[in-house]
């Protein structure tokens, strides 16, 4: 029998790492009413090489600290519709990734999102959280 680990507890906002993106302590928001989670990115294409589709994008903007300014290819991605906060439904693209947070390596796929105008980068759904952690919406970056 598979012994069951309880679940921490995180806060409404907290910092994760994406290694895939070699970004370290950014600033996310949790949501539970989110499905998904995202990722912003400043450029996002489609377009085709060596016979396949691959998508082309940058990972946050030139205002964000962590920019780096690197364009990321990958042949690995989803096509998904997603329906906004104001109910608008938009296209987006999905890349996988490995999320750490609270010290746990947690395999999740990420929607890429122009998020600019929002105040986090990176927005956490249940479906990344809801194996492994209990939100408390009262607390935010809560300790390592």
């Known amino acids: 029998?598979?012994?069951?680990?309880?679940?921490?507890?995180?806060?409404?906002?907290?910092?994760?790492s994406i290694p895939e993106f070699?970004?370290?302590?950014?600033?996310?928001?949790?949501?539970?009413?989110?499905?998904?989670?995202?990722?912003?990115?400043?450029?996002?294409?489609?377009?085709?090489?060596?016979?396949?589709?691959?998508?082309?994008?940058?990972?946050l903007d030139d205002a964000h600290p962590e920019f780096k300014n690197k364009v990321y290819e990958t042949d690995l991605f989803?096509?998904?519709?997603?329906?906004?906060?104001?109910?608008?439904?938009?296209?987006?693209?999905?890349?996988?990734v490995t999320i750490v947070l609270k010290n746990k390596s947690i395999k999740a796929v990420l929607g890429l999102s122009n998020r600019k105008d929002l105040k986090y980068p990176i927005l956490i759904g249940r479906r990344i959280i809801k194996k492994h952690f209990i939100v408390d919406p009262s607390l935010t970056f809560t300790d390592q």
Request: charged residues 30%; proline residues 3%.
């Open 22 to 59: 070699d970004l370290s302590g950014i600033e996310a928001k949790v949501d539970t009413g989110a499905y998904h989670g995202a990722i912003h990115v400043s450029l996002v294409n489609e377009f085709e090489k060596e016979g396949h589709r691959w998508i082309r994008f940058i990972i």
């Open 1 to 16: 029998m598979k012994e069951i680990q309880p679940k921490q507890i995180i806060g409404r906002r907290e910092y994760v």
């Open 78 to 96: 989803d096509e998904r519709r997603v329906r906004s906060s104001n109910g608008d439904v938009q296209h987006r693209y999905a890349v996988p």
